[in-house]
């Protein structure tokens, strides 16, 4: 069975411009979140997707930040416009079913840079 | 929000020593979990936990859910050259499911960075 699977593995932007990240959680997992670790600092939780609902986006940052789940597959984020305090490492993660879900299973993350 | 605590920060150890690590916070969580991350990759799940006073074990790995429901150790024993890397407790507010385990986000420790000289 395939893991989480994330793309690119590496980004390397300008400020202001835009990228979007892309995670493909494993098959028949309902639950699909983000995450982030700025250098230094703890991984910190972004949203959850329940299928293709978001369930919780408390932790988004601000509103340059805009995940979509269409159809409940895969998942983007796209950072429009880029800022150099958005560097850091996102993951995704997924787990099965909503109610009496399993624990998160992580992706290997997308190293973004921003110049 | 909530935070978790975990320490020691770093660990330089000789190869066969055994580990420990712990998390705490001022808040209750339901669900426990330490993930390791090696260089380049994402977290690997090591241990869930899904019941406070839980010990559970995953080869040389123990770890165990406090009473409290605010704290978490992780043990390594006769560590090797592979335990290298970073390790990472996480907390889980929500609680219910077959598993034990909620389905809301997770928080973080910092994690403890494992070097172990041969």
């Known amino acids: 069975e395939a893991g989480v699977t994330q793309f690119p593995s590496h980004s390397v932007i300008e400020k202001g411009q835009t990228v979007t990240l892309r995670c493909d959680p494993i098959?028949?997992?309902?639950?699909l979140y983000w995450y982030r670790r700025v250098m230094g600092k703890e991984i910190k939780f972004l949203l959850h997707?329940?299928?293709?609902?978001?369930?919780?986006e408390s932790g988004m940052p601000n509103n340059r930040f805009l995940a979509e789940r269409t159809g409940g597959t895969y998942s983007t984020l796209k950072v429009q416009p880029a800022e150099l305090e958005d560097s850091g490492v996102y993951f995704c993660?997924?787990?099965?079913?909503?109610f009496g879900s399993g624990p998160q299973h992580f992706g290997d993350g997308t190293r973004l840079s921003i110049l | 929000g909530q935070q978790l605590n975990q320490s020691p920060q770093s660990m330089f150890i000789q190869e066969g020593e055994d580990v420990s690590m712990n998390c705490t916070s001022s808040?209750?969580?339901?669900?426990w979990l330490w993930y390791k991350q090696d260089p380049g990759e994402g977290p690997v799940l090591l241990i869930a936990?899904?019941?406070?006073?839980e010990l559970t074990s995953n080869g040389r790995l123990t770890a165990q859910f406090g009473i409290t429901r605010k704290d978490s150790f992780l043990n390594i024993s006769a560590s090797i050259p592979s335990d290298v890397g970073i390790y990472f407790c996480?907390?889980?507010?929500?609680?219910?499911?077959?598993?034990?385990?909620?389905?809301?986000?997770?928080?973080f420790g910092k994690g403890t960075h494992l070097i172990i000289q041969p």
């Open positions: 808040s209750i969580f339901n669900t």
């Open positions: 996480a907390g889980q507010a929500s609680w219910g499911g077959r598993s034990g385990g909620g389905a809301d986000g997770l928080t």
């Open positions: 997707f329940v299928k293709e609902s978001k369930q919780d």
């Open positions: 936990l899904y019941k406070a006073g």
């Open positions: 098959s028949g997992h309902d639950n």
């Open positions: 993660a997924s787990s099965e079913e909503y």
